[in-house]
């Protein structure tokens, strides 16, 4: 028994610890709202790759933790299904457990609320398309180019939301991949003010920030839903993998 085979059964094991954690926090959820699948046949080519380049399915971990992930659907700026064969979110494993490790800080302080997650690990090719779509007009800001790509295409990024115990995202100002300041995070104050978002939506951006980047993760200031590692870019493409497929 060699290495690989200890490095599996501590995942094993870290998997479920961090599940019966997270079960003893969480409340009952809306079965019909959960966009996983257990068995192996349904898996899609997309989840297939995303588990041959060693990425961890999130819901393992912390079961609760819901999914809407829209470039699947076409209800995403591109307008477009970007994903065919992606039922499931993916990181890099380290980056699985500080979202299943936040999910369970949200369980306990607030019994019943869950994340709902947009986007996890993102193909490269994906990305390109992306890019190609906004390239020549101003929104360009908002998508990493696709020449080199960035933290989703390393698996280390999450967009995300929190939802209550019947489902219902909460207010944070914006829907998910708004384009403007309505959705940045660094001037709130003067959003709530000027009446661009409600004092609500403040603090439910400000729990959701709270429990992130208790474990580690940090907000993208332009995107109030985006969520990723402490570390800069360069050191991004040191550590991990680009999902060059």
């Given at each position: 028994m060699g290495f690989s085979f200890y490095a599996s059964m501590k995942h094993k094991i870290l998997t479920l610890l961090l599940s019966l954690v997270c079960v003893a926090h969480s409340a009952a959820l809306p079965l019909l709202k959960v966009r996983t699948q257990s068995s192996q046949e349904d898996k899609g080519t997309i989840d297939r790759k995303m588990e041959a380049a060693g990425l961890v399915n999130v819901c393992n971990l912390a079961p609760e933790i819901q999914l809407d992930l829209r470039y699947a659907t076409?209800?995403?700026?591109?307008?477009?299904?970007?994903?065919?064969?992606?039922?499931?979110?993916?990181?890099?494993?380290?980056?699985?457990?500080?979202?299943?490790?936040?999910?369970?800080?949200?369980?306990?302080?607030?019994?019943?609320?869950?994340?709902?997650?947009f986007d996890a690990s993102r193909p490269i090719s994906v990305q390109r398309t992306m890019y190609a779509v906004?390239?020549?007009?101003?929104?360009?800001?908002?998508?990493?180019?696709?020449?080199r790509g960035g933290r989703h295409n390393y698996g280390v990024a999450v967009d995300?939301?929190?939802?209550?115990?019947?489902?219902?995202?909460?207010?944070m100002g914006t829907d998910f991949d708004f384009f403007g300041e309505e959705a940045h995070?660094?001037?709130?104050?003067?959003?709530?003010?000027?009446?661009?978002?409600?004092?609500?939506?403040?603090?439910?951006?400000?729990?959701?920030?709270?429990?992130?980047?208790?474990?580690?993760?940090?907000?993208?200031?332009?995107?109030?839903?985006?969520?990723?590692?402490?570390?800069?870019?360069?050191?991004?493409?040191?550590?991990?993998?680009?999902?060059?497929?």
């Open positions: 076409t209800q995403n700026f591109t307008k477009q299904q970007l994903y065919k064969g992606l039922s499931r979110a993916y990181f890099q494993p380290k980056f699985a457990q500080r979202i299943a490790e936040a999910q369970c800080l949200l369980s306990k302080e607030h019994p019943g609320y869950h994340f709902v997650i906004v390239r020549d007009t101003p929104l360009k800001v908002y998508v990493a180019n696709g020449a995300l939301s929190i939802a209550d115990a019947e489902g219902t995202l909460l207010d995070t660094d001037q709130e104050a003067r959003l709530v003010k000027e009446g661009k978002i409600t004092k609500e939506a403040q603090r439910n951006r400000q729990l959701l920030r709270s429990v992130m980047d208790r474990v580690g993760l940090r907000c993208y200031t332009r995107e109030w839903w985006h969520f990723q590692e402490k570390i800069d870019m360069p050191e991004v493409r040191k550590r991990y993998k680009l999902l060059d497929f």
